[in-house]
């Protein structure tokens, strides 16, 4: 049978509190930190035109309906001859990873996960080691021992109680939401799971972007809508009219 216990409520008072106070003031004392290390992004200029070049041609093929035929041909064969007919260098994969601005950017996020997790860590484990400072109100399986209860070997104690330095990585991955509400902005969570995640995508960094190939896809689109865009508003003096009579009509009526 599970053994049951009884809590101090000092614990709760002395501990539990004291480390959710703890743990909520690091949460955004590192979210300001973050704010004040991290660096805009360098600027790559022929990237910048080659993306605002695309938008633009994406934007016409989708909107062009909007303007006469004469002003959509006329736009679409300036980007045939002049935007979408440049020779573009292919890519290279590492020139994200050749910005220093980005490996600085990657260390100071690892710094920043890394370091007050452990220093915690550490705190906890060397001041609220070898008991228990919270119950859940609900029953558990086995499985979730290893989750519960790190730091303390008690086999047939409930899997509903919670060892303080599992308490603390359950605060750090419950408490977005009141951070939410302390800050008034969106807060995203600086926690192991997301500092893998952005050493794996090399720090968040996006792959290059090859605009042969969208240039190209662009161009052979509007090549075959030169012709056959419509003009959306070719029959608005015809409707614009009718609708004029039917109204002139119905007032007729009426009088």
């Not at 996006?206 to 809508?225: G, I, N, T």
Request: net charge neutral; charged share 20%.
């Amino acid at each position: 049978m599970p053994q049951s216990i009884l809590l101090d409520p000092s614990i709760r008072d002395w501990v539990l509190l004291p480390l959710t106070g703890i743990v909520l003031l690091l949460s955004v004392l590192r979210h300001y930190l973050s704010l004040l290390l991290q660096s805009p992004p360098a600027v790559v200029l022929h990237s910048s035109v080659n993306k605002n070049i695309a938008s633009y041609g994406k934007l016409l093929l989708s909107a062009g309906g909007h303007i006469p035929p004469s002003a959509f041909k006329e736009r679409v064969a300036h980007m045939l001859e002049n935007d979408l007919n440049k020779e573009l260098e292919a890519p290279n994969p590492m020139e994200m990873m050749n910005d220093p601005n980005m490996m600085m950017s990657m260390m100071k996020g690892q710094f920043l996960n890394m370091g007050p997790n452990v220093g915690m860590m550490m705190l906890v484990s060397y001041f609220f080691s070898g008991f228990v400072v919270a119950k859940f109100p609900f029953p558990l399986s086995q499985r979730f021992r290893g989750m519960m209860q790190r730091g303390l070997d008690i086999d047939d104690l409930d899997c509903s109680y919670v060892t303080s330095l599992s308490m603390y990585f359950l605060i750090m991955s419950g408490c977005q939401g009141l951070l939410q509400l302390l800050l008034g902005q969106d807060v995203e969570m600086n926690d192991q799971m997301a500092m893998m995640q952005q050493q794996m995508q090399g720090g968040g960094a996006q792959a290059p972007v090859d605009y042969r190939s969208v240039f190209k896809q662009l161009s052979e689109e509007m090549q075959f809508m030169k012709d056959r865009q419509k003009w959306l508003y070719a029959d608005a003096p015809e409707k614009l009219l009718k609708d004029w009579r039917a109204k002139k009509n119905s007032r007729k009526i009426r009088n």
